[in-house]
T-cell receptor
Framework: KQEVTQIPAALSVPEGENLVLNCSFTDSAIYNLQWFRQDPGKGLTSLLLIQSSQREQTSGRLNASLDKSSGRSTLYIAASQPGDSATYLCAVRENTGTASKLTFGTGTRLQVTL | GAGVSQSPRYKVAKRGQDVALRCDPISGHVSLFWYQQALGQGPEFLTYFQNEAQLDKSGLPSDRFFAERPEGSVSTLKIQRTQQEDSAVYLC????????????FGPGTRLTVL
């Protein structure tokens, strides 16, 4: 059974710092990996999606990397802002059957302070 | 509406009551997913529909949980004889095509069982 782990569970940084969030998964036979943002009381917003054949994806201040063979992904946030405060979730889609169900990690709760 | 909507947003039930949670996916979306998110955890897959067909229900925790999507649009997740361990946020997500990569999440229904 696929297991996804995220470290750290919580992180507090001052505004302007660069930071890295980590995600690891136990079964490397994945179809893709996604990073989501979840704000309190709201649904999930997809930030970046990396296909299994890709090594990284970038969107603005966000960069996500994928090392499928070692079962790891990182989300790099440059020049953090208070508006980045949220919970960040990593999820993998496996290469199984018709369903594209996602297996999520437990998330990293990020607080960016002024 | 532009996004996935869920109702009610909050539900309090006494142990033993039946509840029904509704999901209105984005119009025309083929795929529909239900996830359960316990406090401090990542979402966990419950079930998947492709149009009106329930193709995967492997994540439903017990036979007290039942989901339907009779006309391939609106879906209802029903929980019979609720237990305290059913307390969680129930998230619905829809996707444009079957097995597609992008899932659009609703805000969730927070269920509290007393």
């Amino acid at each position: 059974k696929q297991e996804v782990t995220q470290i750290p569970a919580a992180l507090s940084v001052p505004e302007g710092e660069n930071l890295v969030l980590n995600c690891s998964f136990t079964d490397s036979a994945i179809y893709n990996l996604q990073w989501f943002r979840q704000d309190p009381g709201k649904g999930l917003t997809s930030l970046l999606l990396i296909q299994s054949s890709q090594r990284e994806q970038t969107s603005g201040r966000l960069n996500a990397s994928l090392d499928k063979s070692s079962g790891r992904s990182t989300l790099y946030i440059a020049a953090s802002q208070p508006g980045d405060s949220a919970t960040y979730l990593c999820a993998v889609r496996e290469n199984t059957g018709t369903a594209s169900k996602l297996t999520f990690g437990t998330g990293t709760r990020l607080q960016v302070t002024l | 509406g532009a996004g996935v909507s869920q109702s009610p947003r909050y539900k309090v039930a006494k142990r033993g009551q039946d509840v029904a949670l509704r999901c209105d996916p984005i119009s025309g979306h083929v795929s529909l997913f239900w996830y359960q998110q316990a406090l401090g955890q990542g979402p966990e897959f419950l079930t998947y529909f492709q149009n009106e067909a329930q193709l995967d229900k492997s994540g439903l925790p017990s036979d007290r949980f039942f989901a339907e999507r009779p006309e391939g649009s609106v879906s209802t997740l029903k929980i019979q004889r609720t237990q305290q361990e059913d307390s969680a946020v129930y998230l619905c997500a829809s996707g444009i095509i079957a097995g597609g990569d992008t899932q659009y999440f609703g805000p969730g229904t927070r269920l509290t069982v007393l």
